[in-house]
Nanobody, 122 residues
């Protein structure tokens, strides 16, 4: 009932910037936490950044000062602005949203996007 569609990934040179977007749609009653995770080849998925509905953010130490997470509650969208990108930032980036569904009370469901590839290379 809920879809998360990511966009904005691609190939960028070291030191460059990208902005990822993730839009949620469907039978949404409320969206609570939203966030970005990433998974590099051969590694486990790891948290990059999360943001609450009150705009409180949590950033992984390895991205502090380089990445910013924001959200547009009116459009059910979360963004990840990535600056000063490094080759080690290369990964598939996944969006996650914790959502309550219309007509299903206050139970919160976790949804994931399909992922968007970010490659940092010269």
């Amino acid at each position: 009932q809920v879809q998360l569609v990511e966009s904005g990934g691609g190939l960028v040179q070291p030191g460059g910037s990208l902005r990822l977007s993730c839009a949620a749609s469907g039978n949404i009653a409320s969206i609570y936490n939203m966030g970005w995770y990433r998974q590099a080849p051969g590694k486990q998925r790891e948290l990059v950044a999360t943001i609450t509905s009150a705009d409180n953010t949590n950033l992984a130490d390895f991205v502090k000062g380089r990445l910013t997470i924001t959200r547009d509650n009116a459009n059910n969208t979360v963004y990840l602005q990535m600056n000063s990108l490094k080759p080690e930032d290369t990964a598939v980036y996944y969006c996650r949203a914790d959502v309550s569904i219309e007509g299903r009370g206050r139970y919160v469901y976790m949804y994931w996007g399909q992922g968007t590839q970010v490659t940092v290379s010269s």
